[in-house]
C-alpha cells in the first residue's frame, strides 16, 4: 500500500497553488478580525511546542519549525516570513 503509485492521485489537487493537497481544509476556520486576536493567535501557536504535554523545546524561538524566532530577532530561516504588521 505505501509503494502504491496510484495511491498518490487520491491527493491530486485541482488548485492553481499545488498539484496535491493531503489535508482537509478546515470549514471551522475562525477569520481573524483584530490585531488582539491575531497576536492571541500568534502567541498560541509560538507556545504550543513548549507546553509539558509536547516539550519539543524549551524556548519558543528555539523550535526549528516556528516563526517564534524571527519575532524574538528577526531570524527567517524559512525566507518567506513577513512580519504581521507588515503584511498587508
Known sequence: MLNDPN?????????KDRHYQFWKRDPLAIPISSEKILIQKLEYI????????WSLSTL???YKW????FYFDGTDEF???THHKDAG
Open 46 to 53: 509560538h507556545n504550543n511546542p513548549i507546553k509539558e504535554i
Open 79 to 81: 525566507e518567506f516570513l
Open 7 to 15: 495511491k498518490l492521485e487520491y491527493y491530486l489537487s485541482d488548485k
Open 66 to 69: 516556528s516563526s517564534a524566532r
Open 60 to 62: 519558543a524561538e528555539d
